[in-house]
Every structure is written in structure tokens, then in C-alpha cells.
């Protein structure tokens, strides 16, 4: 999973990270997702 975020300086939107397992973030709001979990189609 391919995560972004608006940069405030570029008023544009910068990768952020690349996500295989699992996705952890803390802002703007804390998230813990295991993507392993998830079924693909």
C-alpha cells in the first residue's frame, strides 16, 4: 500500500512510505492495520 500526506510547504500530496504487511501510522490519527488479513479479489 502506497501511503501519501499533504505536504503543507508544496501544498501537494508526497509519498510517504510503501506498506507490505502491515500499515502503522500516527498521524494524523493513529492506525494499526495488518494487511495480511486483508482478501485480495
Not at 2 to 7: D, Y
Not at 8 to 36: C, E, F, K, N, Q
Amino acid at each position: 500500500m502506497h501511503v501519501h500526506a499533504l505536504g503543507p510547504a508544496v501544498l501537494a500530496y508526497v509519498p510517504t512510505g510503501v506498506h507490505r504487511d502491515r500499515l502503522r501510522l500516527a498521524v494524523p490519527s493513529p492506525i494499526d492495520i495488518d494487511l495480511t488479513e486483508i482478501e485480495r479479489r
